[in-house]
């Protein structure tokens, strides 16, 4: 038999069920999108170690999914160090990123990221935002980074670049309200990654495994772009035919290093 567990407490579900109040009596709180199997639950907060544990996050990051039976919702972990996330704690939002219930626990800062993507972007089911540090480079300069190698096939589609100066003016960089988000969400438009300057990037994918993989191998590519441009010269990067043909045969083989890399979690 399997079982099942409500991402949200069973009264929260029962009274926002009419969209009542919250205890502040302001914002309506939000039913929640249906129980989720606890390896779901288990398999998100793995995917947060895993990227502690690969470099893509440090003390900050955060990774979310769709909710399975509810496009409209999401569950991501309340805001804590990656490296720290179990299942027990992991909340749902709706797209607007209100908790269907908080339990006293505060979401991350700049979950609108995350809200907002998924509002614009129906083929995406995971995000992955964090500050991997040799990717961080690539925000700040003129050259663009492209796909070095075929295990970063996604980038050859072009990586866009959000300066938050340019609509926001001077700000403390952070994505904190749904504006910033969905400007974020525009620049991302329909590519797999997008860097925010002098601050991290997104990767987003159909899937967990996929969104995982994608923000591991960013971080990988970076470090060979670097490389190769103190090597001189241009760079013979993967062009956008060979990108799509390359990351077709990727979007099939993501199990792999998924299985991989959460054995280690354990080791
Ligand atoms: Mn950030």
Known sequence: MRLFTCACHAQSFFASAAHSPDAAGSNPVPSSGGPVAPAVLADLAAASRILAQQGVFDAFGHIS?????????????????????????IMEFDLDCVACESRGR?????????GEIYKARPDVNSIVHSHSPSVVPFSLVQSPMRAMYHNAAFLAQGVPVFDIREKFGQT??????HTKGAELARVLADKPVALMRAHGSVA??????????????????????????????????LEPEEGALADAVN????????ELWKQRLEG
């Open 65 to 89: 999914l769709r909710h399975p039976t509810d496009p409209k919702r999401f569950l991501m972990a309340r805001s804590l160090a990656p490296a720290l996330v179990t299942a027990d704690d």
């Open 106 to 114: 505060s979401g991350f800062f700049e979950r609108f990221i995350h």
């Open 172 to 177: 403390d960089m952070l994505v904190g309200n």
């Open 204 to 237: 987003v994918g159909p899937s967990l495994q996929h969104a995982v993989f994608r923000a591991v191998y960013t971080e990988v590519n970076a470090k060979l772009q670097l490389q190769a441009s103190m090597l001189g010269g241009p760079i013979a990067a």
């Open 251 to 258: 979007l099939n083989v993501v199990q792999r290093p998924w």
